[in-house]
């Protein structure tokens, strides 16, 4: 697909403005963007019409500064309106005619493809504008190198989710994708155990333990980041923090993807759930209220970690299942409750026949023969999208209010594959 005429004198000339105003970092992103224009991808088109989008915003913005200052200064303008104008409008052709270009040769998943780029871009790019530290890791170690950072993301995330639509891969491409980036966000952790502080983001360590999400801030009475982000995770894609997310359920994934045995945990597992997660609540309170010394709650909280490091080596490889996320940890608990606010769901349709195929690719225990009698995935579904992949007549689907299921497992893995690569592209810790 050949990019239209005005696409690369228009982004061309977005990298030359970047560079006059000193911004090596933007002006490279431009450059990148104009090879995106000459490569042959499906997606390319709403990919650009969305950055000429931005780039016809950023040329109006610059006129008007411009026209403001020469009024003040009492000195001419019309020259320069009209020069900027002209730019602007060119950009703004560049954007219909991509616009256009897409409509015609577009499908669903080139379309998904490109909003998963334009999301990441965006995403990253407000981070980067926001904070006042340097969040995204790249540019730490080379100035402007953020920009180089978040156009390569962007394309990570485009190729992502073109895996991730493939209802015959989809599963293994989530587990690697989703193991890899357990192994950064750890690398990363050991890095700065090293003394190399750019890897972090603060500049001081904290254990990465799911179960401090909650238990940090109530010791603590302050720093909520962390539950903040977990909260956003909920209300976008529901439980999938556990299935996409969560840099502890990558191991306990890779524990329980042994032998398969159908899911039997007897009842008392779930009083022992709950237990578990006002135990540690309690605990975080009890000691950030008594005046125990710091170190004896970072033993406390290193000895949980390391239980639930036992329960994957032991249980999750025994049942075949993520006794870790399912029975230990208690952001699995909250994530399976509160994550149901959100509309995303996986349903079995009617001409289900029975076949059971589905659940022994459930690592949650979420499809047992009561679940698939009831036509719907049980609390502990994470929306993992397994039994999609596993199911051989094509009777699972993601369900969205007022969506196809095409359109509805399309978004959801657009939104997720935007989470991924966000949380992808920050520095941590």
């Not at 950023?58 to 411009?66: C, N, V």
Request: include cysteine; glycine fraction near 10%.
């Amino acid at each position: 697909m050949i990019a239209t005429p005005l696409t690369l004198p228009s982004l061309l000339l977005l990298a030359a403005y970047a560079l006059r105003i000193g911004s090596i970092g933007g002006s490279l992103f431009w450059l990148m963007t104009a090879g995106l224009a000459l490569a042959p991808l499906p997606w390319k088109s709403w990919a650009l019409a969305g950055l000429l989008g931005f780039g016809v915003w950023q040329w109006g913005d610059i006129t008007y500064a411009l026209i403001t200052q020469r009024l003040t200064l009492d000195l001419p303008w019309l020259r320069l309106a009209a020069i900027l104008g002209t730019v602007a409008v060119l950009c703004l052709v560049a954007l219909l005619t991509n616009c256009r270009m897409a409509l015609r040769n577009t499908g669903l998943t080139g379309t998904a493809q490109a909003l998963a780029f334009l999301l990441t871009v965006a995403g990253l790019a407000l981070a980067r504008q926001k904070t006042s530290f340097d969040i995204i890791l790249a540019d730490r170690f080379f100035p402007g190198g953020g920009w180089v950072a978040i156009f390569l993301l962007g394309f990570y995330a485009a190729w992502v989710a073109e895996k991730l639509l493939q209802p015959c891969n989809s599963a293994k491409w989530r587990r690697i994708i989703w193991t890899a980036f357990s192994v950064i966000f750890f690398l990363q952790l050991f890095l700065g155990l090293l003394g190399f502080e750019r890897f972090l983001m603060t500049g001081s360590l904290h254990l990465p333990i799911p179960a401090l999400i909650a238990a940090g801030p109530l010791y603590r009475g302050d720093g909520f980041f962390m539950i903040i982000l977990f909260a956003a995770t909920l209300v976008l894609v529901g439980p999938a923090w556990c299935s996409h997310l969560c840099y502890f359920g990558a191991w306990d994934n890779l524990a329980a993807t042994g032998k398969y045995r159908p899911a039997k945990f007897p009842e008392w597992t779930k009083t022992v759930r709950w237990l578990i997660f006002l135990i540690v609540c309690v605990t975080a309170i009890m000691l950030g209220r008594s005046g125990i010394p710091v170190w004896f709650a970072l033993l406390l909280a290193t000895v949980f970690g390391l239980g639930g490091i036992a329960v994957m080596f032991t249980q999750s490889r025994k049942q075949g299942h993520m006794a870790h996320c399912l029975i230990y940890c208690p952001m699995g608990l909250v994530a399976n409750l509160l994550g149901k606010i959100n509309p995303w769901r996986i349903r079995i349709d009617r001409q289900c026949c029975k076949c059971s195929k589905c659940s022994r690719f459930c690592r949650y225990g979420a499809l047992t023969t009561a679940d698939i009698n009831r036509g719907r995935a049980g609390l502990n579904c994470s929306l993992c999208g397994d039994c999609i992949s596993g199911c051989p007549h094509d009777h699972l689907h993601y369900t969205f209010p007022g969506l196809s299921n095409k359109v509805s497992r399309s978004g959801f893995i657009v939104v997720i594959v935007f989470l991924h690569t966000l949380f992808l592209g920050l520095s941590r810790l």
